[in-house]
């Protein structure tokens, strides 16, 4: 049977590797951060230790390329933001040796971008939060007077401004802080965007999830976040599967303007002011509650692989609904440090542990990946109290510190 190999080994990439192993598939994993789990998988026939992506590009690709002698024809998953900018700038050369599950750079940069992605979604119709793109100081204060405090200052790209900043944006409340905020930002290089706050809590954020072919959505699955961490602007630590049938238009308008050919998970916060649906941005690659879908009866990396290996085109899948998918490290974790500022009642705190579930990581079949989770918080939680003198988490890039939250 072809391989998979899978780039990356956190949450994202432990759904891959899962949902690809219990359907028989050898997996490969490439793996090269401290926290990674998806390594220590059952379904893990071989793991890779590799120079990370954003520090040796060169190197990372490499390294795969290496893994040809072995699984030729492999199909190949990018399963961060990292590595999918990297596997579409070599599509060309790794196509050589594997089939490799993302689209091409141009279009990678159009999700990747989130200005781009703004752009594009306004064009198509799609509503987007009032955004705004400064390239100086005098606009930007411009521009925070036309959208109003508080608002957002969000990174052009995600995940070098989470690898500076260890958090997804910022929130000004004036102009002092907004420009405070930006200066760090240009300090550090990063593109940003000044952008609406869409209000209401985080059970008003969706994910659109589908299999594209040509810009035609083959098979969608749908979810609500329920909790999110942090709160309001983080990812999702609680999901549940549902039906939302007004998602379906602005999901299908946006794969049809992208032309897009493979997986896509595409958020939206629905605007209590209008009831519309509005985006927040498109991830060109498996999520973070890839097992949701299998659990509810769609294995999108299975659909892919056999799409990529085989040529077998997806065909429309129904779904469960009601069914919640829960990380449970980061759920707990974040309930405990934030119980007072959250306060959910008890009963709907708990409604998704007394409900049919899928756990994030945890499986009794597969207990590795869980294990090294507990490790690695507990290690990391002993470091930052000083009960441990002696651990250094194995950091392969610059982590920036947690700065003060801009309000
Ligand atoms: N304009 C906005 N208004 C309200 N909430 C937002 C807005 N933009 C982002 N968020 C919240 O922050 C979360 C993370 O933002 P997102 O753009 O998805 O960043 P990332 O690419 O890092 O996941 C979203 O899921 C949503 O909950
Ligand atoms: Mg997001």
Request: some cysteine; hydrophobic content about 40%; overall charge positive.
């Amino acid at each position: 049977m072809t391989a998979a190999i899978v780039l990356s080994a956190q949450t994202t990439a432990l759904g891959i590797v899962r949902a690809l192993g219990v359907m028989g598939v050898p997996v490969v994993v490439v793996h090269y951060d401290w926290r990674d789990i998806a390594q220590h998988s059952r379904y893990v026939v071989e793991k890779v230790s590799a120079t990370h992506p954003e520090v040796d590009e060169e190197a990372f690709v490499a390294t795969i390329l290496k893994l040809s002698d072995r699984w030729k024809d492999a199909v190949l998953f990018p399963a961060s933001d990292e590595t999918l900018l990297i596997a579409a700038r070599h599509k060309d050369l790794l196509n050589r040796h594997f089939q490799v599950a993302c689209p091409d750079y141009a279009l990678v940069l159009q999700v990747i971008d989130k200005r781009k992605t703004c752009l594009l979604a306004a064009a198509a119709g799609v509503p987007v939060p009032q955004t705004l793109l400064p390239t100086s100081v005098a606009e930007l204060k411009e521009f925070g007077c036309m959208i109003g405090f508080p608002c957002l200052l969000k990174p052009a790209q995600s995940h070098l401004f989470f690898g500076h900043f260890r958090r997804k944006m910022f929130i000004a409340d004036n102009q002092g802080t907004l420009l405070d905020a930006y200066l760090q930002a240009c300090d550090a290089g990063l593109d940003m965007m000044v952008q609406e706050i869409i209000p209401g809590s985080d059970q008003e954020v969706v994910n659109y999830n589908s299999y594209s072919h040509s810009g035609t959505p083959l098979v969608e699955f749908m979810a609500d976040h329920v909790r999110n961490a942090p709160l309001h602007y983080g990812s999702p630590r609680v999901a549940c599967s549902s039906n939302l049938p007004g998602l379906i238009a602005p999901g299908r308008q946006l794969m049809r303007a992208l032309g897009f050919s493979g997986f896509t998970c595409v958020e939206f916060k629905r605007d209590p002011r209008d009831g519309r649906f509005k985006l927040m941005e498109i991830n060109g690659r498996h999520n973070l509650s890839t097992l949701l879908a299998v659990r509810c009866g769609i294995n999108f990396p299975w659909l892919e692989y056999k799409h990529l290996a085989y040529g077998t085109i997806p065909e429309p899948h129904a779904y469960e609904s009601g069914i919640y998918w829960i990380d449970m490290t980061r759920d707990i974790a974040y309930s405990l440090r934030n119980a007072f500022s959250e306060r959910y009642a008890p009963a709907s705190y708990l409604r998704p542990y007394l409900s049919p579930k899928v756990w994030a990581i945890f499986d009794y079949a597969d207990p590795k990946p869980f294990r090294q989770r507990i490790r690695s918080l507990a290690g990391y939680m002993a470091c930052n109290s000083g009960m441990c003198k002696h651990f250094k988490p194995r950091m392969v890039k610059q982590i920036g510190h947690e700065g003060p939250v801009l309000r």
